[in-house]
């Protein structure tokens, strides 16, 4: 009898309190029996969600979005009691108001089984429900009855009428390619073009790599350097060291036979000879090395079978091969002359006089593809020159620009399908010269530095182009914009990058520069 009447003592304890106070937290837990214990912990968090079924017997639903009504008059949201509207009644007569108005099987300490609670959602109409419908978590009343729950309104409007209430606006007409939605097609060549990577770093040779060519048909590659040497490399017996990702390759043949720097390099069409041209003026023939020979293989001396081109009294700085069978040669030398050779024999067979004193000393050479008579000449001055070779004379005098009126040409290459001459210049520029106009076409500014070496590939649909600031770049002729940049050697004494090349059968592109390496690209 006396628990009886401490705990009626207290019941009337919470009558007292004025439950719209924010201190007031209810029963405590610990005055249930031990056995609801249990119960409660599970079902009391629910349990508030359902005291909208207090109103069932409305003609109106609950219209409180934010959160539910609460017996005592306030609402709850989120756990947090909200303090109910003014009202002329004390609080404790409206608390004893609510309370007698809830059935006796929703009192605190007895609360109905969960069976009979889902028996009693199931037989609810779901066209009466009057479960919240604002922002939310998706109704316990749905999960609990086994069945799914309504969609919002949100989910009951379109695609743009959801955008438009989240606030997106505009963005809302914009669609994203999904998994099951193929993206829009994008057809360009530089989405399908491949790009070059270092496949091997040449290094043997002790001072500037000047030139290189590659060998016609295999995978050789011909280098002259500073070092009065020109080596052999053959690409096919690379080495592959266990803590390098790049291929070791040692050359196969050394020519020596220069007394000074060896400058430029060519192989002949046929590829059983190669041609280089050095700071002593002279200009040798070699017989091609077997490349498949061994590294460590007897001499061989059939190399050292040289023959000399004679003509030139200063450096020999530029050889070009004619593109077709014909066995020509054309050299450029700082003597002031540019010279036509029959290579095959050694003879000379022409000797290109500058038009005038102001062009400057020859720098460079080119033969002209599509006119089988024509060479192309650069010169220390902007103004290149177009020679007919059986005549001697001068066809054309191409006219710079005004912004390349005083740049020196440091390179010259002759488009294979075209009347196209390019050109690279000492202020970074690239010249386009139409054949026979003599007009630039075109010019752009292409590297940061001067440019001192460029070549074309086979179908003349790329341009590579070297310059001192250390890069290699390549460009689309047909935009004639830069499709690949690659950092390729080290400064030494201002200069960099000396030397490019296209193999013109297979798949390699190469550059040589003033840090005693050349490399090849892949």
């Given amino acids: 009898n006396g628990d009886d009447d401490d705990d009626d003592n207290d019941d009337d304890d919470d009558e007292g309190m004025d439950r719209n106070d924010p201190c007031y937290s209810g029963p405590s837990i610990n005055d249930m029996p031990i056995e609801a214990e249990y119960e409660e912990a599970n079902t009391d968090e629910a349990m508030a969600e359902f005291e909208f079924l207090n109103d069932l017997g409305g003609d109106e639903p609950n219209e409180n979005l934010n959160g539910l009504e609460h017996p005592a008059g306030g609402v709850r949201s989120h756990g947090m009691p909200t ?18 108005e809830l059935p006796m099987k929703w009192n605190n300490k007895q609360r109905p089984p969960r069976k009979e609670l889902k028996n009693m959602l199931r037989k ?35 695609t743009g009428d959801s955008l438009e209430l989240l606030g997106l606006g505009e963005l809302a007409g914009l669609s994203v390619p999904g998994e099951t939605e193929p993206a829009i097609e994008r057809t360009s060549l530089l989405q399908h073009r491949k790009m070059w990577n270092l496949k091997h770093s040449l290094r043997s040779h002790f001072d500037c790599v000047r030139a290189m ?36 390759v040692e050359p196969v043949y050394t020519y020596r036979g220069h007394k000074g720097p060896v400058l430029c390099c060519q192989c002949t069409a046929d590829g059983q000879f190669c041609i280089s041209g050095g700071g ?40 070009a091969m004619h593109h077709g069978n014909s066995p020509l040669l054309a050299s450029a030398s700082s003597d002031g002359t540019c010279r036509i050779w029959n290579w095959l024999t050694g003879n000379m067979m022409k000797s290109l006089a500058p038009p005038s004193s102001t062009v400057g000393v020859p720098t460079c050479v080119d033969f002209v593809p599509t006119e089988p008579g024509q060479v192309a000449v650069g010169y220390t001055s902007s ?78 649909l790329y341009l590579l182009t070297g310059s001192h600031d250390c890069s290699l770049r390549l460009w689309n002729l047909e935009g004639r914009t830069c499709v690949q940049e690659m950092t390729a050697h080290r400064k030494k004494h201002d200069e960099s990058v000396l030397g490019v090349a296209f193999h013109p059968s297979l798949g390699y592109i190469g550059s040589c520069g003033a840090d005693s390496v050349a490399k090849v690209f892949v």
């Fill in 124 to 158: 609810m109409p779901v066209e009466d429900d009057p479960s919240p419908t604002g922002p939310g978590p998706t109704p316990l009343v749905s999960l609990l009855a086994g069945q799914e729950s309504a969609p919002s309104p949100a989910a009951s409007l379109s």
């Fill in 83 to 100: 303090p109910s509207l003014p009202s002329t009644e004390s609080p404790s007569r409206a608390t004893e108001d609510a309370s007698l």
């Fill in 383 to 460: 103004q290149p020159v177009l020679y007919d070779y059986e005549t001697g004379k001068s066809v054309c005098l191409f006219q710079s620009d005004s912004s390349s009126s005083n740049s020196q040409v440091n390179c010259i290459a002759c488009h294979p399908t075209l009347d196209m001459t390019i050109a690279g210049t000492e202020d970074r520029r690239i010249l386009f010269f139409d054949n026979r106009s003599g007009q630039v076409t075109h010019s752009m500014v292409a590297h940061l530095e001067a440019i001192t070496s460029l070549a074309i590939d086979q179908a003349g």
């Fill in 280 to 319: 002593d003026g002279r200009i040798y023939r070699w017989a091609m090395h077997a490349q498949a020979g061994d590294l460590y293989d007897p001499f061989d001396t059939s190399a050292e079978n040289r023959v000399e081109l004679s003509g030139h009294t200063d450096a020999v700085w530029s050889l």
């Fill in 213 to 248: 060519a590659f060998h016609p048909t295999k995978p050789c590659v011909l280098t002259a350097s500073e070092d009065r040497t020109v080596k052999l490399w053959n690409l096919e017996k690379a080495t592959q060291p266990k803590k390098s990702a790049l291929a070791e």
